[in-house]
């Protein structure tokens, strides 16, 4: 099966997928207390109670409310289960994560287990710089490499030295499931006689007429920059389509970045700033003041991934709020970005490589994933088990993680293409909307990084 077969089929296995089992065997890595180089192979335990006293420091980017409810618990449970480990946690933003991380990992002590962002920019580069260690043979004992669909375990491979990506060691697993979509404030619909949006033209429609009302359409805030890439991947998934988009990501060389498509998309953003749909001052409001703006009734709608749905839930009551993955017309698949969240990986310096795997495991098996359910959040592999009740947003969700992910329509995050394009698209989102950018030069700026990094290669 070739790799685009593959990848257009991401994630619908994950809903079958069996729970992660443990096994009671030895799994390659090193003793604690050992510094062993990555990929080495000496036989280690399972059993973190055997270690001796450790502390384990480990940092993650959970730091909305579900997801840092569900890690706080679970960080509990594991130094419940093994008294003999303290857990020390350093939890950032994502932007921070990403400004810190390498430091971190370059130290003269870094952290024993992170979480790393996909792709090149960051995974790709601790890879290439040696901060990461293969989990293979923890994969292996704790059936990572069963229970995962490999269209999940392929998000975090690479060769050994960071140049190609989807292939060869894997470097983690993810905890978590994510889409990105369109929230919607219940009442507010209501009121205006609007129905929750299923497409772009309906979502166009909606806000226009709430403009109209004198209600803001869109909170938006994207001072912290990420916000950027999912507001305009929500929208270049409906006008330039999955294949190209999966092609700009995935298939290096196939699609380029001054396409109709993605040009159409960044226009469509700076119609919908210069129509005062977006928040004013949005490029010096952060996405947590966005959220709160939406959750506290000042818009319509809020356009954000599946982690700020506990958040949302416990503001605005979890019936009060809606949730819906577009679609480019009536009765299509709906198209967004996501997958699954940041890995959970085991740096190459860690003294105690064989509990930090025995950490990661307890974070993504079977009663992991139940925990991360029960605050709020989407579960990589969601149990069978959970149900969450009708008419919340939770209910939502999950609706739309299944419509998404079993008919072809999860679209990868787009600052994953090359080592710089986070910085290179978010700081042209942020120009576009600004009306300091054409769509035209958007789409060139892109293409740019684009050519560079393939000219490298």
């Known amino acids: 099966m070739s790799d685009k077969t593959r990848y257009r089929r991401l994630v619908a296995a994950a809903l079958t997928a069996a729970c992660l089992t443990a096994a009671a065997a030895c799994a390659p890595g090193g003793d604690s207390g050992s510094s062993k180089s990555p990929g080495s192979a000496s036989p280690g335990s399972t059993d973190p109670a055997k270690a001796g006293k450790v502390t384990l420091t480990v940092w993650d980017q959970n730091t909305d409310a579900g997801t840092d409810a569900s890690t706080k618990a679970l960080n509990a449970a594991f130094m419940k289960k093994y008294p003999n480990v303290t857990i020390k946690r350093v939890s950032r933003s ?30 790709g580069a601790f890879v290439k710089a040696k901060l990461l260690r293969p989990v293979d043979p923890y994969a292996k004992v704790y059936g990572w490499d069963t229970a995962y669909p490999r269209q999940l375990l392929d998000l975090n491979k690479f060769s050994a030295d960071g ?10 697993v993810s905890q978590t499931g994510e889409i990105i979509g ?34 803001l359409p869109v909170s938006y805030g994207d001072s912290d920059k990420s916000p950027g890439i999912h507001l305009f991947g929500v929208v270049q998934a409906l006008t330039a389509g999955k294949a190209e988009v999966r092609n700009l990501v995935f298939d290096q060389g196939k699609a380029k970045w001054t396409g109709s498509g993605t040009v159409k998309a960044a226009r469509i953003l700076q119609q919908w700033a210069r129509k005062g749909y977006l928040t004013s001052g949005f490029n010096g409001q952060s996405s947590d003041q966005a959220a709160s703006a939406f959750a506290a009734g000042k818009s319509a709608f809020l356009v954000d991934g599946t982690w700020q749905q506990a958040t949302l839930a416990q503001k605005m009551g ?40 025995a950490y990661i495991n307890f974070l993504v098996d079977a009663g992991g994933m139940k925990v991360s359910a029960d605050k709020g959040n ?64 958007f789409g060139e700026k892109l293409q740019s990084d684009y050519s560079t990094f393939q000219q490298s290669r």
Do not use: C
């Not at 909606?206 to 009302?213: E, G, P």
């Not at 609706?399 to 072809?408: E, H, I, P």
């Open 163 to 172: 140049k190609t990506w989807k292939t060869g060691n894997l470097y983690g």
């Open 94 to 123: 994502f932007s921070d994560l990403k400004t810190t991380l390498k430091l971190a990992l370059s130290s003269a002590n870094p952290p024993d287990a992170i979480q790393a962002n996909q792709g090149y920019p960051d995974m």
């Open 378 to 441: 989407l579960p990589a592999l969601p149990p069978p088990s959970w149900k969450p009740a009708e008419g919340t947003v939770h209910a939502d969700i999950l609706k739309g993680w299944k419509a998404v992910s079993q008919k072809d329509g999860l679209l990868p995050y787009l600052d994953y293409s090359t080592p710089t394009f986070y910085d290179t698209l978010t700081a042209a989102v942020q120009e576009v909307t600004a009306g300091q950018l054409s769509p035209a030069k």
């Open 318 to 357: 979890a019936g009060k709020v809606g949730f819906t993955a577009l679609a480019p017309s009536s009765g299509a698949t709906p198209l967004t970005q996501g997958g699954e969240g940041l890995a959970w990986a085991v740096t190459s310096k860690s003294r105690h490589p064989d509990v930090a795997a």
């Open 182 to 215: 369109v929230y919607y404030n219940k009442a507010k619909l209501k009121s205006l006689g609007i129905a929750p949006p299923t497409t772009l033209a309906d979502f166009q429609s909606a806000l226009a007429k709430s403009k109209a009302s004198g209600l």
